[in-house]
C-alpha cells in the first residue's frame, strides 16, 4: 500500500515517521506526508528550492531591511518619489527583448487560485491567458499550497481532470486553452512547513522553484513555443526586489540548461513606491520582461501603508477609490507609457464585480461596470486586461477586440506619449470622496467575513456579489485603521461622528450579529467568524500597523506534522 494519506504516515515505520519525505541535507518537511506531495517534494526538486534560498537568502534579507528602512522614512514626513540616482535608465533609450510570440495576444487574462476545477475552467474560459495564483486568490496552507503544485503539473502535462461527484461531471481540458502563467507569493511571506537550515523557506522561492523545476520542460514543449514558464511577480517595492527575480531566473536557467531569457514575467505594480521605479524594474528584468500589470487593489491599500504616518491622507469609502480617480489614472496612464516605450505589454486590471446568477436585472448592470472599465481601459491603450469569473470573460474579449481590431496588443499603436508629462504629484494626489459609517461598516463585515474564509482554505470568495481577496480585504483593514488612527470624521452621513474605539466596537458587535444573520446559526457556528473577528480587530486597533493582514494571520494555519512539533515563525 502506498503511503497516501495521514492515516498511513501514521502508521509508517518510525524512520517514515521521522523522515516521511525524502529531504537533503538541512532541508526539513513539516508538512503533513501526502503520497502526492512527496512526488512534488523529491530530493533533487528539493535541492534546486534549498539551491535558490541558499544563495538568495541574505539578499532577500536586505531587500526586506530595506522596505523598513523607505517606510521610517515615509513615517517620518517623506514621501515616494524617483530616485535621482536611476535617472539615467528613466531617459536612457532601451527596450526589453522581443515579446514571444506565444503570449502576444494577452487580451483577456482570467485569473484564480490553483484549486482543480478552478485551473480547469480557467484553461477552458476562451482567456487567452490564465494566471494560476498562489497569492492574493490563495490562503497559503501546506495542503493548498502542494495540491496546487500537482494541480499545475497535470495541467501542463495536458492530464488534468476533476470528477464533481456531487453533480456527476468530469472535468478535462478542451483542445484549445490559456496560456499559463504562475503567480508565487510576494517577498514577505514565508513557508513555515519547509525548514531550510533550520529556517523557514521564502514562500516565492518554493513555489517557483517546486513548479520550475517540474515543469519547465514540459511548458516549452507544448506551451511556449520553445520559451517560458511564465510568471506574474507580485507586491514589489523596489527594482532591487526585480533585480533578484531576475538572478533567480538566471539561476534556474542555467541549471535547466536552457537558454537564457528563456523565462518571462510580468510584473505587478501594485504598491505605491514600485509606481516611480517601473523603467528600473523593467529594466532589471529586461531579458525576461514581458510587461507590467496594473494590481489596482494592492495599490490602493499600499497608499494607505505608504501615507500610514500621514493624517491628511485618509482615504473615502472604498467604493469611492476607484480608476478615475486622477491618482489611479494617472498610475495607469504612466504605465502604459512606460511598458509600450520599453517595447511590452500594459495589462489594465481587475474589475471587482462578478455575475450574479439569480438577479437578471442586477447582473446586467454588473456586466455594464465591468465593460466600462474595460473600455477606459482599451481606450487609454491598455493591451488586455483581468478577468475574475469566465463569466466575464466574453464581455472582457468584446470589448477589447471591438477597440483593437486585428492587432493582437497596442504596443506600438498607442505610445501615449502624452502620460510623459505625468508627475509625482500627479501619482501622490489625494483621493477625493467622503466616508460614512456604511462604509466603515462594510469594511468591517467584508474584512472579518474574507478573514474566516482564508482561515479555512479559501483565498477568494464572493461577498455581496463582488470578489473579494486579499488585496481587497487589506483595503478594508488599512482603511479602518487609519480611520481609527486618526479619529477620521464620517463627513458623507451628515453626522459629524469621528471614529473612535467606542463606535468601532459596536460596529463590530453589530456586524457579527448581521454576519451570523446572514450566514445562518450553524454555518455561524462551524466557520472560523469568531477568530477572524479576533485577529481583525486587533489588527485595526493596533498602535502600528501590521505589514500584512494574512502575514499576521499565517501563524493560525500553520500545521506542523507531527502534530504537536512547535511553529519556527
Ligand atoms: C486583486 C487580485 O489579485 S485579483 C486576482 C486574484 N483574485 C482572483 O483570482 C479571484 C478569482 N475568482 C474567484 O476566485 C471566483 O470567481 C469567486 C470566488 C470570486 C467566485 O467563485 P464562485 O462562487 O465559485 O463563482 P460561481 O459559483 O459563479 O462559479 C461558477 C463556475 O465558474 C467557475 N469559476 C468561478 N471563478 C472562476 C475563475 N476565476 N477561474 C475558473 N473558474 C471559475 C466555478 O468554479 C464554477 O464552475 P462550475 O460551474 O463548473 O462549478
Ligand atoms: O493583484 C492584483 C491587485 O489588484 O492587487
Ligand atoms: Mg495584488
Redesign the pocket.
Known sequence: MGLGTYENYRRAPPDMMKFGYDAPEGVEIRGRYDGEFAAILDRDALKFVAGLQREFRSRIKYAMECREEAKRSFSEGASPGFDPATRYIREGEWTCAPVPPAVADRTVE????VGR??II??LN?GAKVFMA?FE??LSPSWENLMRGQVNLKDAVDGTITFHDKARNRVYKLNNQTAKLFVRPRGWHLPEAHILIDGEPATGCLVDFGLYFYHNHAAFRRTQGAGLGPFFYLPKMENSREAKIWNCVFEKAEKTAGIERGSIRATVLIETLPAVFQMNEILYELRDHSVGLNC?R??YIFSYVKTFQAHRDRLLPDRVQVGMTQHFMKSYSDLLIWTCHRRGVHAMGG?AAQ??I?DDPEANNAALELVRKDKLREVRAGHDGT?A???GLVPVCMEVFSNNMGDTPNQIQSMKREDASAITEEDLLQRPRGSRSLDGLRLNTRVGIQYLAAWLTGAG???LYNL?E?A??AEISRVQNWQWLKYGAELDGDGLGVKVNNDLFGKVVEEEMCRIEREAGKEKFRRGMYKEACKIFARQCTAPTLDDFLTLNAYNNIVIHHPTGSSSRL
Open positions: 482570467i485569473t484564480g487560485p476545477k478552478m475552467n480557467a474560459s495564483d492574493d486568490a494590481g487593489w494592492d481587475m462578478i455575475p446568477r483581468w475574475a469569473h469566465p477568494s470568495v464572493p470578489m481577496d488585496a481587497t
